[in-house]
């Protein structure tokens, strides 16, 4: 085979991710894993029903069409509509993805040219740098400084350059928590339309906002056709297994990112839309509770962990708390988060991980929330151990 290396050279360095090392370390010493951010409990009970009688009935136990089944597309219009007040054809606007991960890679795939530049807020989930660099472009981090973790709008304007194809937005923003205002996404949207920019804008945690509501930028004028909104099942109804999740765009948009989507898994989880579509028409108590429920979640965490001596940075939105170790007396994220399941029994995860400046990441550590009362309570009480 010679002595060029086997892996292409555009994924070098990036290797097994954090949350597989993470959730096997949490395993491997019976930890409790506030590291990955999966609930530990199932999402509504009339849902996982409508998921096994679909396959009971055999709907989509064969392959489902490859933009999705027309009842899910139908029900992410109608979300979109209810909740955003942004229309959309559900046969042209909409597609179906295995999650929005795969929903990701496919829209930077099918936009992307190598050469291009991504401008992406930092610290980002590990995803986007991978698929960024297995379309041969490059990512230029616009960094979330602590404590506030607001974008630095002149900043962003001063990345731009003639190679910029692209602004990759995640609000509620994981791991930090910011939820972008509308002041913020209004500066943002005038970048992007001044310099011919598009947007991919993953609204994953869209219905966990603690403080005010989420606010899409394809709802900005100029936005709608040259945004990509994508968001997911997963993260709202708590059924993370699935994989399933969505792009909403214009339909010269959605045409470029099925044509990416269509060679990489073409479909999935055809009884899972059936049941996904029943989700999305939850009445409106559901996502008030869901809310509710984790906000409370949120402060039983972010109190814990403020007695028990980290610097807490608590969150507008997802659910996730970024936290500093510094007055603990610590100072590398990484080797923290590796020695903490033997220290007192709790995984989580190195924010380090996000970053490609690693010094303005390098003590922080995330933890999530989205776990029973008894798990967060017992985890506290471990921290406290430090």
Not at 98 to 105: H, M, N
Not at 253 to 264: D, H, N
Not at 319 to 330: A, N, S, V
Not at 332 to 359: K, M, Q, W
Request: aromatic share 8%; glycine share 8%.
């Amino acid at each position: 085979m010679g002595t060029r290396p086997l892996l292409n050279r555009r994924l070098q360095g990036l290797g097994t991710t954090i949350f597989a090392e993470m959730s096997a370390l949490a395993t491997a010493t019976g930890s409790l894993n506030l590291g990955q951010g999966f609930p530990d409990t199932d999402g509504p009970r009339e849902i996982a029903e409508a998921a096994a009688r679909a396959v009971l009935t055999g709907q989509g136990n064969q392959y489902p069409p490859g933009p999705g089944i027309p009842e899910l597309r139908q029900a992410v219009a109608e979300h979109q509509q209810r909740f955003h007040g942004l229309a959309y054809d559900p046969d042209t606007e909409v597609l179906v993805t295995a999650g929005a991960t795969e929903a990701i890679a496919a829209a930077l795939l099918a936009l992307l040219e190598p050469g291009d530049e991504v401008i992406a807020l930092e610290p980002f989930y590990d995803s986007y740098a991978a698929c960024i660099a297995m379309a041969g472009a490059t990512r230029v981090p616009l960094t979330l400084r602590a404590p506030a973790f607001r974008p630095d709008l002149d900043e962003l304007r001063s990345l731009i350059t003639p190679r910029t194809r692209l602004l990759l937005l995640n609000t509620p923003h994981n791991p930090t928590g910011t939820v972008l205002t509308p002041e913020e996404l209004a500066a943002i949207a005038a970048l992007a339309v001044e310099h011919d920019l598009l947007v991919v804008a993953d609204e994953v945690y869209e219905h966990l906002v603690f403080n005010g509501v989420h606010h899409p930028i394809a709802a900005l004028p100029g936005m709608r056709e040259r945004t990509v909104s994508i968001s997911s099942a997963g993260k709202t109804f708590s059924f993370t297994g699935w994989k399933v999740g969505w792009v909403t765009a214009s339909a010269p948009l959605v045409a470029a990112v099925r044509i990416a989507k269509q060679y990489l898994t073409y479909v999935s989880a055809g009884p899972f839309q059936y049941a996904v579509a029943e989700a999305l028409r939850l009445p409106d108590e559901f996502f008030t509770a869901l809310r509710a429920d984790l906000l409370r979640k949120r402060d039983l965490l972010a109190d814990g962990l403020d007695a028990a001596g980290f610097q807490v940075f608590r969150p507008e939105g997802t659910y996730f708390i970024t936290t500093d170790i510094t007055p603990l007396g610590e100072k590398d994220g990484l080797e923290f988060c590796r020695s903490l399941p033997a220290r007192c029994g709790v995984v989580a995860i190195p924010n380090v991980v996000f970053y490609d400046d690693t010094e303005a990441g390098r003590s922080l550590v995330r933890f999530t929330f989205c776990k029973r009362d008894d798990v967060l309570t017992e985890a506290v009480a471990r921290l406290r151990r430090l």
